[in-house]
């Protein structure tokens, strides 16, 4: 009972929120309903969350319209069956990564990027809706284009429309902070419907939504050519890449939240039939909303039956309650939509990036801008290769340290740094990352270095390897070669902390070899006593 009821409440205040994202697709409105009635059962049936709320999502709905708006007119025949078959592409990348057990591939696109990504979106459909809450023509479909043809619009702004508009969004951004849990927008869309019924909005110059069918979406596969659903494969790239990611990260939350464990596989899976569901039904992509899956949340949703409910209301609303919608003011959908734009507009967290990791603020700020200047599609791309390239910036270029004496003589970990050194003779260095064909010579450039510029002639030099735990072929010659090159100047070298791991690859390597069984150390407090009391010979003895 609790889930049905809560259920009831998501639908009060989704209903309309589905009814944006569909404008946002620039699909006809009754597709948004579309996207809440066979997808939510198709995940509930086949998923594993018990929270995740699989619906239209608005940065889907900018990734392929930003695409698909070049290729046929919004909310045409054309396009819907562009759209649909983008939905058909996507649950069959879904269907494969079940199949191949790719849910790992959320991991590759960072929280911070997302972040990023989702503020540049806001800005982009915050803009695009601006033209019909002012009540003027927008033509470009160029997010700063966009906005100039606006500011030089507004001396013709329609100003009924433009103060209808203020104050539907106005009156959302403040209830949202002081009554989040009313279903505001519900409460918008009913009393402007009312009133526009009554008052007879259409002939004052406000523009309505015109009549809006009813009743249950027809079955059926949208007719696309093979042509045309090649050219669609990188939409649906695009869009399987934003549902894993953002799928994945919102059902983790919640189920760390009330201490359960998620299937990311079969929650992928249910994505699948969710989104084949939507290609079937005439709807289009749909993905794990954060923001509906919190609202349900705090509406008291603990199952999918929450979900089944909000369905089975959204069946009633098609079957008797879509004649009303045709009063609805277009500029009060806009109005939701731009609340719903500036609620993916995260602020906090882009304060608290820029507070911890300036570097990564800078990522997110940077997808950010490419979603508005360049575009949706290359905006998700770019986000994936910031990802990989800070992660391989970090593998790279690792902190490296070093032991050396403080004031009082004790061996602290210090930056690694040419010109010191841990005791005379000795150099106690670490690398933080694994080796591999990248940063083979940088750790080797830095070796020679702290050996070459040491205060004292350096006899010993113990490497710390408890970060390393694999060592690549390219890095095991670039190994070999620093072994030549300091046996021939005297110096011998350590390798201390070694993991089974990291030990198998230096027998591979043939490194153990060449350095001697007895250089090799699992401790490092083991390397230095053998070091320092003699046990290991003159150092370029093997």
């Not at 160029?142 to 100039?148: F, I, L, R």
């Not at 079955?219 to 659903?229: C, N």
Request: charged content about 15%.
């Amino acid at each position: 009972m609790r889930d049905a009821f809560a259920g009831v409440i998501l639908a009060s205040m989704n209903i309309p929120q589905v009814l944006g994202y569909a404008r946002i697709a620039g699909m006809p409105v009754v597709t948004g309903l579309y996207t809440v009635l066979m997808p939510l059962v198709a995940f509930a049936v086949f998923g594993s969350s018990r929270h995740l709320v699989v619906a239209a999502d608005s940065a889907t709905a900018v990734i392929f319209s930003s695409s698909l708006s070049h290729m046929a007119a919004p909310a045409s025949e054309k396009y819907v069956a562009l759209v649909g078959m983008v939905a058909l592409l996507t649950a069959g990348f879904l269907l494969l990564a079940w199949i191949f057990k790719l849910g790992f591939l959320a991991d590759f696109l960072s929280r911070t990027v997302l972040v990023g990504f989702l503020s540049g979106v806001g800005f982009q459909v915050g803009i695009a809706m601006l033209g019909d809450m002012f009540g003027v023509t927008v033509d470009s479909r160029s997010t700063p284009v966009q906005a100039w043809e606006i500011l030089q619009a507004l001396p013709k702004s329609n100003l009924a429309t433009l103060a209808l508009s203020a104050l539907v969004a106005g009156a959302i951004l403040l209830g949202e902070r002081v009554a989040p849990r009313l279903p505001l927008s519900l409460f918008a869309v009913a009393g402007t419907i009312a009133a526009s019924a009554a008052f007879g909005f259409a002939e004052r110059g406000i523009a309505v939504l015109g009549p809006v069918p009813g009743g249950l979406p027809s079955i059926g596969l949208p007719g696309v050519s093979w042509r045309e659903s090649l050219t669609l494969l990188p939409v649906a790239a695009s869009c399987f890449v934003m549902i894993v990611a953002q799928s994945a990260a919102t059902s983790r939350v919640f189920a760390l939240q009330r201490h359960e464990r998620v299937d990311e596989d079969a929650d992928i899976l249910g994505l699948s039939a969710a989104n084949a569901a939507a290609a079937a039904s005439g709807a289009f992509v749909v993905n794990g909303s954060p923001t509906q899956t919190a609202m349900a949340d705090r509406a008291g949703a603990r199952s999918q039956v929450a979900q089944l409910v909000f369905a089975g209301v959204v069946l009633l609303v098609l079957l008797f309650l879509t004649a009303p919608l045709q009063y609805l003011p277009r500029c009060v959908l806009a109005s939701i939509v731009f609340t719903i734009a500036a609620g993916m507009i995260d602020v906090r967290a882009l304060r608290d990036i820029r507070r911890e990791s300036p570097g990564e603020f800078y990522l997110a700020v940077v997808t950010a801008a490419a979603v508005v200047v360049i575009g949706v599609e290359q905006g998700i791309l770019l986000a994936i290769v910031l990802s990989l390239f800070r992660h391989v910036r970090h593998s790279y270029s690792p902190h490296t340290v070093m032991l050396a004496p403080n004031a009082a003589g004790r061996w602290v970990p210090v930056p690694a740094a040419a010109g010191n050194e841990t005791e005379p003779g000795l150099i106690v260095y670490r690398f933080n990352s694994d080796l591999f064909y990248a940063n083979a010579n940088r750790f080797a450039d830095e070796v020679r270095s702290l050996v070459k510029r040491a205060p004292t002639p350096i006899r010993w030099f113990i490497v710390d390897a408890g970060a390393i735990t694999d060592i690549d072929y390219s890095a095991a010659q670039s190994l070999r070669d620093l072994l030549d090159d300091l046996a021939h100047q005297g110096v011998g070298i350590v390798f201390a902390r070694v993991s089974p791991y990291l030990r198998s690859d230096l027998d591979r390597h043939r490194i153990t070899a060449a350095i001697g069984e007895a250089r090799i150390f699992t401790t490092l407090h083991e390397a230095i006593v053998a070091v320092r009391g003699g046990a290991l010979g003159a150092p370029a003895e093997r």
